[in-house]
């Protein structure tokens, strides 16, 4: 089945860092999204992808649509103590729209 | 709040019980998704349902069964719990086509 490799698996930055995560796939996708996970809190839509190439941005959050459609990166630019959480990726296939999610990111940043 | 909801947010009970998890999709969606996370774990994809019929099945237990009622509605249902099945169980609701899904904000499942 469809496989995402999520990387890294976790981070801890200072407070003011850039963060790169990135998702890679073993097949293609149309649609590429980035969550956040909160503690204690279920998954929020960040970003969606929908096209390869796309370059989407949301605040201080930037996500790319690898050329390829089996790629995908998550770039939060001067951190802040309240970017704590998990950030997964999700692609989502052509037929039907069932997501496959990455194993997800643990990001901690120290104030 | 997300327009999913999930009862009930806590549930603690013992061993070899059966409990039942509630969810309420976002108003129009259609499908329904149930997810398990289990302590520093991702997101394992148990079941899917589709306007009442289930549509895919993940890594779900013969313990674990699911339901979702004419009104859209899903239950999920665990029986005879074992330590290990404590996590956080997510339901999320799309209304299909492109796009994510909604999470809801889980049920926390503890067994003791």
């Known amino acids: 089945g469809q496989q995402l490799n999520q990387s890294p698996q976790s981070m801890f930055i200072q407070e003011g860092e850039d963060v790169s995560m990135n998702c890679t796939s073993s097949?293609?996708?149309?649609?590429w999204l980035w969550y956040k996970q909160e503690p204690g809190e279920g998954p929020v839509l960040l970003i969606a992808?929908?096209?390869?190439?796309e370059l989407t941005s949301n605040g201080r959050l930037t996500a790319q649509f690898g050329i390829t459609r089996k790629d995908s990166f998550l770039n939060i630019s001067a951190s802040i103590p309240s970017d704590v959480g998990i950030y997964f990726c999700?692609?989502?296939?052509?037929?039907?729209?069932?997501?496959?999610f990455g194993g997800g990111t643990r990001l901690m940043v120290k104030p | 709040d997300s327009g999913v909801t999930q009862t009930p947010k806590h549930l603690i009970t013992a061993t070899g019980q059966r409990v039942t998890l509630r969810c309420s999709p976002r108003?129009?969606?259609?499908?329904v998704y149930w997810y398990q996370q289990s302590l520093d774990q991702g997101l394992q994809f148990l079941i899917q349902?589709?306007?009442?019929?289930?549509?895919a099945k993940g890594n779900i237990l013969e313990r674990f069964s699911a339901q979702q009622f004419p009104d859209l509605h899903s239950e999920l249902n665990l029986s005879s719990l074992e330590l290990g099945d404590s996590a956080l169980y997510f339901c999320?609701?799309?209304?299909?086509?492109?796009?994510?899904?909604?999470f809801g904000s889980g049920t926390r499942l503890t067994v003791v």
């Open positions: 999700a692609g989502q296939g052509e037929f039907g729209n069932m997501l496959t």
């Open positions: 108003s129009g969606d259609l499908s």
């Open positions: 097949s293609i996708f149309n649609t």
């Open positions: 999320a609701s799309s209304g299909g086509g492109r796009g994510g899904y909604t």
């Open positions: 992808l929908y096209k390869a190439g």
């Open positions: 349902y589709y306007n009442g019929e289930e549509r």
